[in-house]
T-cell receptor
Framework: GDSVTQMEGPVTLSEEAFLTINCTYT??????LFWYVQYPGEGLQLLLK?????DKGSNKGFEATYRKETTSFHLEKGSVQVSDSAVYFC?????????????FGKGTKLTVNP | EPEVTQTPSHQVTQMGQEVILRCVPI?????FYWYRQILGQKVEFLVS????????KSEIFDDQFSVERPDGSNFTLKIRSTKLEDSAMYFC??????????FGDGTRLSIL
């Protein structure tokens, strides 16, 4: 079945450091790819998405590019802030099942220190 | 911006008891979902619901689970006889089918 693998955390960075969180996927069909973020005590919020190969999703300084050849969707940010501290989830949605359910990775906890 | 709301935020229940988790999806959404996250593990799909019926369910969603949209606004998840391993954060989500799903803040279910 479909699956998402993301780098194990936790990740601890200093403010203004460069962030990469790796994400790779396996899917039966041609999935849409997402990054969701969960701030402490809150639910899951969509951070960015990409629906086809070579699409780049971007939001709040974060970017991820849908790479079909490497089945990857790595999350990057050039300069992280303390407020970016959260858990980041990579996910895919594949229409093969018909319901567009989301399949999530395990999540990567990011802590940014001042 | 419209939100998915879930109640209660925390539910404590004795093992073997029935529990109902409630969700109010975004009003113009047509697709509804429940997910759960056991502490320290990944978010797992439980069930999707469209046009007043289940469209897909996972292996986790056994006969102890049921979903209902009783009044056109609420979307509920019922666990008939809770087990210790049902302790988790339960997330409701809604969507329009071709747009990303919007999630609620979750209900933390603790089974004693």
């Amino acid at each position: 079945g479909d699956s998402v693998t993301q780098m194990e955390g936790p990740v601890t960075l200093s403010e203004e450091a460069f962030l990469t969180i790796n994400c790779t996927y396996t899917a039966t069909g041609y999935p849409s790819l997402f990054w969701y973020v969960q701030y402490p005590g809150e639910g899951l919020q969509l951070l960015l998405k990409a629906t086809k190969a070579d699409d780049k999703g971007s939001n709040k300084g974060f970017e991820a590019t849908y790479r079909k050849e490497t089945t990857s969707f790595h999350l990057e940010k050039g300069s992280v802030q303390v407020s970016d501290s959260a858990v980041y989830f990579c996910a895919l949605s594949d229409l093969i099942g018909g319901s567009e359910k989301l399949v999530f990775g395990k999540g990567t906890k990011l802590t940014v220190n001042p | 911006e419209p939100e998915v709301t879930q109640t209660p935020s925390h539910q404590v229940t004795q093992m073997g008891q029935e529990v109902i988790l409630r969700c109010v999806p975004i009003s113009n959404h047509l697709y509804f979902y429940w997910y759960r996250q056991i502490l320290g593990q990944k978010v797992e799909f439980l069930v999707s619901f469209y046009n007043n019926e289940i469209s897909e369910k996972s292996e986790i969603f056994d006969d102890q689970f049921s979903v209902e949209r009783p009044d056109g606004s609420n979307f509920t998840l019922k666990i008939r006889s809770t087990k210790l391993e049902d302790s988790a954060m339960y997330f409701c989500a809604s969507g329009q089918g071709n747009q990303p799903q919007h999630f609620g803040d979750g209900t933390r279910l603790s089974i004693l």
